[in-house]
């Protein structure tokens, strides 16, 4: 029955099942119309044999035309032989594909183009066999709209069928004649020799929701045109490759409204978790390495890791495919980064998500992009608490706070929070957010919003860089007299090395105790300002610190009842030692910091 929409004029001039729709259904269904075709399928389904070598689905034409009823909604008379035989096939199909899906409709479109290829399309476009499998489809409990017709008017409008077509099949490296069928995301490629001999066919289908790809290029002084779909070949003429360009179009178009209605599920599923599962997560939190949440090159690879299986799901993501394609190329070439990540993905996250669904009712193929949504709004609030009782103490009062860039400022001249530190960086970026001062169309993301948030402290180091620079040039005559320089700190020893950080200290506002030189406890100065208690280890050395220097630091916080734990030298830190800090908050200034506040102190 398609074919009459499909005539040829020379080659072939064929035309969209979709085209017409509107115009067809318009008396399609009519009394008059089911009547007069009743009698043309059935003595069709006599004719049909199988494309595969199963089975015709009807043996029988008489006993069809005494079982099959027209009225909508009532499937009762169905023929039960052939409706068996269509349940088996498309169980097995199921089965075959249930994984790679990600709803219902799909699951319907793979099962209708195995039929279209075990049957042909007029038989399955037939009356008696869209019946059987409307009422199929509602045994078996798929989300169909319960009516007759319904897939009827679904292969009106998705089915697209071009005749004499040619392809470029790749095994055999040659040009093939061939039939294609177009059904949404699944593509039915009938191959035939030169007399028109059946050789085979090939089905493909698209499980993932990306958009559906489409390239063409003339063939040079010819009405001939190379295209490639479905990663497929094809030589079609000027007029089929239109329609199959405005075919993948609309297509694409359904595709991109599939993954914003599961997005907003994501997103709504989140914002109306329980008060229980939001508990748990905020748990989570509280014990997970942060380094995930707070170093965006570490959470910009989780993303790829945890979510590279779903294209639906990465669209709720805060990482964009570019970043996720660059961190590709760290992963592979960083084991100890890549075993990393994939650990915390493999149990951590794993385990969160057993633990979540008990509180959770939605698809179970979105729980992980809903838990992970979840982290993420939870993290704001968390974080933004852990930059207030840490942090916020440090911003000059002085410095009135009206917008993003005033806080950059004031966070830029915190001489007592590590400016680039990641770990500060990626904390402020949730207080930020949670605080409204990015831009609306970036904030709670926090891959975004980090980016933009350490390319204005750059700026703002840059420039307050700059603003010392130039005083030192308007202050030349008392920088002669300066008292000390860093060069004169490497002579100290170690205990005039801890009177030089009280000193230092008592010029930046503090009150200041240099402890006992033996029994100090892992402290060697005692800071304390606006009722922020800091322990100071000081460190004059000649080679790096290690990171013994910072686990003494720590060590002396509960003893002298501290809030906030240094480490100061006239050196630089290992590695183990910057990582070491990172995790318990003990802030480090190294050569360069303290060679920028002897210049802005003495």
């Known amino acids: 029955m398609f074919e009459k929409f499909f005539k040829k004029s020379g080659k072939k001039n064929s035309r969209s099942v979709m085209e017409e729709r509107n115009s067809q259904r318009s008396n399609h269904y009519s009394e008059k119309f089911e009547q007069e075709k009743m009698v043309e399928e059935t003595e069709h389904f006599e004719e049909q044999k199988p494309m595969n070598d199963g089975k015709n689905v009807v043996e029988n034409v008489s006993e ?17 032989e052939m409706y068996l035989e269509l349940k088996l096939q498309a169980e097995e199909i199921k089965t075959k594909n249930i994984s790679n899906v990600d709803d219902e409709k799909e699951i319907i479109d793979v099962i209708m183009i195995n039929l279209i290829n075990k049957y042909g399309l007029e038989t399955v476009d037939s009356t008696i066999f869209i019946r059987m499998l409307e009422k199929l489809f509602i045994d078996q409990k798929f989300a169909i709209e319960n009516r007759g017709g319904y897939l009827k008017d679904y292969l009106y409008e998705w089915v697209l069928n071009i005749s004499d077509a040619e392809y ?24 035939y020799g030169a007399d028109r001999t059946k050789e085979g066919t090939v089905t493909t289908t698209i499980f993932d929701n990306s ?10 002084e010819t009405n001939m045109w190379s295209i490639v779909t479905f990663d497929i070949r094809f030589f079609l003429n000027t007029d089929e490759k239109n329609l199959v360009e405005r075919y993948i179009n609309d297509l694409n178009f359904q595709i991109s ?4 209605e599961v997005v907003n599920v994501i997103i709504e599923e989140a914002n109306n978790a329980s008060v229980e599962l939001k508990e748990i997560i905020k748990n989570y939190l509280s014990i997970i390495p942060l380094e995930i949440l707070l170093d965006k090159d570490d959470f910009i690879a989780f993303e790829q890791l945890a979510f590279y299986f ?7 993501l805060d990482s964009s495919v570019e970043q996720r394609e660059e961190v590709i190329e760290v992963l592979t070439k960083d084991n100890d980064f890549y075993s990393r990540i994939n650990g915390f993905v493999i149990e951590d996250f794993s385990k969160l998500i057993k633990i979540a669904s008990k509180y959770m009712n939605s698809n179970e193929k979105y729980y992980p992009a809903i838990i992970w949504k979840l982290i993420r709004l939870e993290a704001i609030r968390y974080l933004s608490k852990e930059w207030l009782q840490n942090y916020e103490v440090y911003i000059s009062n002085e410095i009135k706070i ?3 860039d005033d806080y950059v400022d004031a966070y830029c001249r915190a001489s007592e929070i590590p400016t680039t530190n990641i770990a500060s960086v990626g904390i402020l970026t949730y207080h930020l957010m949670n605080i409204k001062l990015f831009d609306e169309g970036i904030n709670g993301n926090f891959v975004k919003c980090n980016i933009c948030l350490i390319q204005k402290i750059l700026e703002k180091m840059e420039e307050i860089e700059l603003e010392r620079f130039e005083n030192r040039i308007m202050n030349a005559t008392s920088q002669q007299s300066k008292e000390f320089t860093i060069n004169d700190v490497d002579m100290m020893d170690g205990h005039e090395f801890e009177k030089f950080v009280s000193l230092l200290f008592s010029n930046m506002g503090y009150t200041t105790e240099v402890t006992k030189a033996s029994g100090d406890q892992g402290l060697d100065v005692i800071a304390e300002n606006k009722g922020v208690k800091i322990g100071i280890q000081a460190k004059c050395y000649t080679n790096k610190v290690t990171n013994k220097a910072v686990q003494e630091a720590f060590a002396g916080l509960s003893y002298y009842n501290c809030d906030k734990g240094m480490v100061v030298t006239n050196n630089y830190f290992t590695c183990s030692a910057i990582e070491l800090a990172n995790t318990n908050g003990i802030v480090l ?11 802005e102190l003495f």
């Open 257 to 260: 409204l599939r993954v914003n």
């Open 211 to 220: 958009p559906i790809s489409f390239m063409s290029e003339m063939i040079s």
């Open 168 to 191: 470029w099949d790749e095994d055999d490296a040659i040009i093939c004649n061939c039939d294609i069928v177009f059904f949404r995301k699944n593509i039915l490629i009938t191959k």
């Open 589 to 599: 200034w190294n050569r360069d910091m303290l060679k920028t506040k002897i210049d």
């Open 64 to 80: 069809v035309k005494d079982n099959i009823c027209y009225e909508e909604n009532n499937y009762n008379n169905i023929n039960e």
């Open 402 to 404: 009206n917008n993003l």
């Open 310 to 316: 779903s294209l639906i799901m990465q669209q709720s």
